[in-house]
């Protein structure tokens, strides 16, 4: 299912708006908002991520120069996993397109007075991202030097803890990441394809070449040689049937 946030606020247009989206598909889920409050607790009280934001750039017809539907996408942004997902602008405002693409990436414009053709035609690209996205390779995004990095789980050997960050070991490369720890990668990573062995490391088991429990040390195809934590030898054991 595509789950869409729509934040509109007229409610009129907002119902119209969430109805021509809904009767493209019934794949499509519509999310429908009338407040930058009421889109901030559908943001962070998501049970299910989102797949794509409708924003409306002016939420207070009395004040020309309100930009609250651009606030609402930069928290959007915030978010890492948001730092990718289409983010589709409702506008009338021509002045503030520019700023919105540079700045915060977005995926298109509905400018208003929009038909159902248009929606259609949106909805039908975002369904298609939607789908692109479930069978894609598994991810992990990480920020450094204020630019967000999407590194492909199939591309990491291990991860290293660090001095104030961690060192992805990648089969092309190496990436320093700083202030993000091993703990929080591991709730991010495939638990079905990453084993920490030490306190200090995580490895892929893909990259794995053999592991040596007499001497404590783990072989992997790119030729590291990573030692093996007391506490960690019996998970390990019992998770590659060793």
Do not use: W
């Amino acid at each position: 299912m595509t789950r869409i946030l729509i934040l509109e606020d007229s409610k009129d247009c907002l119902k119209a708006v969430t109805a021509m989206v809904e009767r493209v598909s019934d794949s499509v889920s519509a999310v429908p908002v009338n407040s930058l409050e009421e889109a901030r607790a559908a943001l962070n009280n998501a049970q299910q991520p989102f797949q794509a934001f409708l924003l409306d750039i002016n939420l207070n017809i009395n004040d020309h120069e309100d930009i609250s539907g651009i606030t609402f996408a930069r928290e959007i942004r915030m978010k890492r996993e948001y730092a990718f997902t289409p983010i589709v602008m409702i506008t009338s405002l021509a002045s503030m397109e520019l700023t919105a693409y540079r700045e915060l990436h977005c995926y298109q414009y509905l400018v208003k007075p929009y038909d159902e053709a248009d929606i259609e035609k949106l909805i039908g690209k975002l369904l298609f991202l939607s789908q692109q996205g479930e069978t894609r390779d598994a991810f992990v995004l990480v920020k450094k030097d204020g630019v967000n990095y999407k590194l492909f789980c199939k591309d990491i050997v291990c991860i290293k803890a660090i001095p104030r960050g961690v060192n992805f070991v990648l089969a092309k490369e190496n990436m320093k990441v700083h202030y993000l720890s091993i703990k929080q990668l591991l709730d991010k990573l495939p638990k079905e394809n990453f084993l920490q062995v030490h306190r200090m490391c995580v490895v892929n088991q893909d990259y794995i070449d053999y592991v040596d429990t007499v001497n404590g040390l783990i072989s992997m195809k790119n030729g590291e040689r990573i030692e093996i934590g007391v506490t960690y030898k019996s998970d390990i054991k019992k998770k590659l049937s060793i």
